[in-house]
């Protein structure tokens, strides 16, 4: 739904799903409409796509988005990781974030016109929760919720059009995967809220999906590949799903169907339109319905926790 200016005030976004027992409220919200909406809209655009040759086609938006992680990745080179006795969770994130959360606003402005200036205090909520929490120091499928929900903000605001879509997938979602891969083992942040061995992945779920749809109408990778390295290491640039493997090999060792059972399980299924829709199933089940994520998850006029008309399927 297109955003009137005129009439729209925008707010700082706050938590509402403070009980499980609103998590009913939640999947029937117009913000979960959606995300979901968004979620698939993505992952249309990305069918059939590389990364490599479809990201020629930016738009000023896209550009500018790339241009604002870039500049939050050279922070990271700014601010060193610090000496100090445990391992995980190195406290030098804690000035980056504090960093960000400072300047958000500020770097969100270039992206806004005129009559949306008052946005930014509303969207910088949502950018600033897409990179870890500081306290914790980690990072999970939440805070990569949010940075979706920012993706979502642009687009309601009609920033973001559906013809920046393939660029969103192939330019400004790999640029958020080099700034939190870099946050991850800089910092050696946590996986938040990680089911170990029974989880697709410690950080990360959207590239999968939007990474599988780009898979879809190629010959050259079958899903039963995937798990080999030389594979994943070969299409990694072209490839968002092959990027994730080929980074999972670069932080795991052992064997692969033991540290990424369920990826493994995955490379068993006959084509990648079947894995793309089992993932975004899988989604909406481990991710989007589970109360320790939703709680973090803040509402604003943009993502509102009203009910929605429509199903969000």
Known sequence: RRMAAEDVQFVVPR??????????????????????????????????????KDAESTSKTTDLLVDLLSTIDKWIDEIPPIDQPQRFGNKAFRSWYDRLEKNAVVLIDSLLPDKYKDASKETAVYLSGGFGNATRIDYGTGHELSFAAFLCCLCKLRILREEDFVSIVCTVVPKYLDVVRRLQSTYNMEPAGSQGVWGLDDFQFLPYIWGSAQLIGQAKIEPKSFPDPTVAHIHAVDYMFMGCIDFIYKMKTGPFSEHSSILYSISSLATWTKINQGLVKMYKG???????IIQHFPFGTLLSFDRTDRKSG
């Open 286 to 292: 481990e991710v989007l319905t589970k109360f320790p």
């Open 15 to 52: 938590r509402e799903v403070t009980d499980a027992s609103l998590m009913e409220a939640w999947t029937a919200s117009q913000a979960h409409s959606d995300i979901v909406g968004l979620v698939k809209a993505f992952s249309d655009a990305a069918k059939g796509k590389t990364c490599k």
